[in-house]
Nanobody, 133 residues
Framework: QVSVVESGGGTVQAGGSLRLSCWVH??????????LAWFRQAPGKEREGVAT??????????HYADDVKGRFTVSQYNNNNTLDLQMNNLKPEDTAMYYC??????????????????????WGRGTQVAVSS
């Protein structure tokens, strides 16, 4: 059974920073061969992909949504099965529930843009991020 657990959400003022963490347990063999992602969903809006990451032939393959490029950084730590999302210069429009997701099919990370990201097999329960103006 695969478990995905997020942590690190909170409330910050615009311009501030937060770091989200995600622990993925139970993927076979481990997250090094998987596709990992952060999604978010704001009230009244559809879920959207924020970033995807995979380790392909030992190198990171990362995609970001256009509106977080330059502000968010995703990091994958295969040795301890964790995935972080560093969020800087946060804006009120970043307010949302953030979800970590994992899929054993690494090809799901081989996309052209974040608009091409599909569904994932395993999801966390989410962590709330609120940015005040």
């Amino acid at each position: 059974q695969v478990s995905v657990v997020e942590s690190g959400g909170g409330t910050v003022q615009a311009g501030g920073s937060l770091r989200l963490s995600c622990w993925v347990h139970g993927l076979n063999p481990n997250i090094a061969s998987a596709c990992l992602a952060w999604f978010r969903q704001a009230p009244g809006k559809e879920r959207e992909g924020v970033a995807t990451t995979a380790t392909v032939f030992g190198l990171p393959v990362i995609h970001y949504a256009d509106d977080v490029k330059g502000r968010f950084t995703v990091s994958q730590y295969n040795n301890n099965n964790t995935l972080d999302l560093q969020m800087n210069n946060l804006k009120p429009e970043d307010t949302a529930m953030y979800y970590c997701a994992a899929d054993p099919a690494q090809k799901k990370c081989l996309i052209a843009t974040m608009k091409d990201v599909g569904d994932f097999a395993h999801w966390g329960r989410g962590t709330q991020v609120a940015v005040s103006s």
